[in-house]
């Protein structure tokens, strides 16, 4: 059992950053993402790494303005969020499972984080 808890949400104008930070109960190889859902729309995929670090993947809408990485010995994920627009404001969900772009596949999920951009 993976238990994650999201810290980092906040309240940023538009172009601003924000780094939101994923902490996992234990140890973990499995690969941990970020998704995100803003209201009456679909939970949408953001970001991946797999279990080593070695590998990342992005949708195309944060692509080059987010960054995504692990501490291992920390158990800890991070996304750095740059250049961020109002369209980036959704609650953004941290999973731990296996490496891919669907959130359906991943086992653990945290609470989530409220991220709002104005504009």
């Known amino acids: 059992q993976v238990q994650l808890v999201e810290s980092g949400g906040g309240l940023v104008q538009a172009g601003g950053s924000l780094r939101l930070s994923c902490a996992a109960s234990g140890r973990t190889r499995y690969a941990m993402g970020w998704f995100r859902q803003a209201p009456g729309k679909e939970r949408e995929f953001v970001a991946t790494?797999?279990?080593?670090?070695?590998?990342?993947d992005y949708s195309d809408s944060v692509k080059g303005r987010f960054t995504i990485s692990r501490d291992g010995a920390e158990n800890t994920v991070y996304l750095l969020m740059n250049s961020l627009k109002p369209l980036d404001t959704a609650v953004y969900y941290c999973a731990a499972g296996p490496f891919g772009r669907t959130w359906r596949d991943y086992n653990y999920w945290g609470q989530g984080t409220q991220v709002t951009v104005s504009s």
């Open positions: 790494i797999n279990g080593l670090g070695s590998n990342t």
